[in-house]
């Protein structure tokens, strides 16, 4: 299976801080990454698709990039409601998913 | 409103079985994959089964295979997944989760709540 490997696997910020989320894969998946924000006791929920597309309804302070095996989640100004756990996921072939970067509030 | 609701979790001891169910609202059930995925706790999600709108195609991670059984009934807009010979490693909150297709994409748009399965004696 393609491992992922986030880092950090926490960080410290303060409200309009801009946070960079990195995601490696251990082959190359082109585009195929998703990111997902997971909040405490709840489901993660989808915020960006193939590498780089935001889902309907996600603000626009979120973004992501990268191709390959290196993938970037950024949040440009982060916002009281972004402290959670962010996980990145291939679908490239079995699904996996990386073991999450915490948000947390400096 | 697109919902899912999963039922069935419990304490079980290693060896035993347990059968997850999952209840579809708000969507044509059977135009849609669906998938069960597992978080151990303080864990990153873990992919364990998907199963093909129509049910005719079946797919199952190495870690559960020949053990769970993934199905779904589309008269009744139901997922379920029967879990056999637990282990204490298939300790985890399990969420059901419908696959959204993007072209050559897919992702998981929807998820349920979660049911927590704790295999221990």
Redesign the interface.
Known sequence: ?IQMTQSPSSLSASVGDRVTITCRASQNII??L?W?QQKPG?????LI??AS?L?GGVPSRFSGSGSGTDFTLTISSLQPEDFATY?C?Q?YS???????TKVEIK | EVQLLESGGGLVQPGGSLRLSCAASGLTFSNYAM?WVRQPPG?????VSGISGDATRTYY??SVKGRFTISRDNSKNMLYMQMNSLRVEDTAVY?C?KY?G??S?????I????TMVTVSS
């Open positions: 299976d585009t195929y998703n997902y709840k489901a993660p929920q989808l698709y193939a597309s889902k996980y996921q679908t079995v699904r996996t998913f990386g073991e999450g | 998938a864990k990153g999600p873990e992919w991670a190495d969420y989760a959204h993007l072209g994409y897919d992702a998981f748009d998820w349920g709540q979660g």
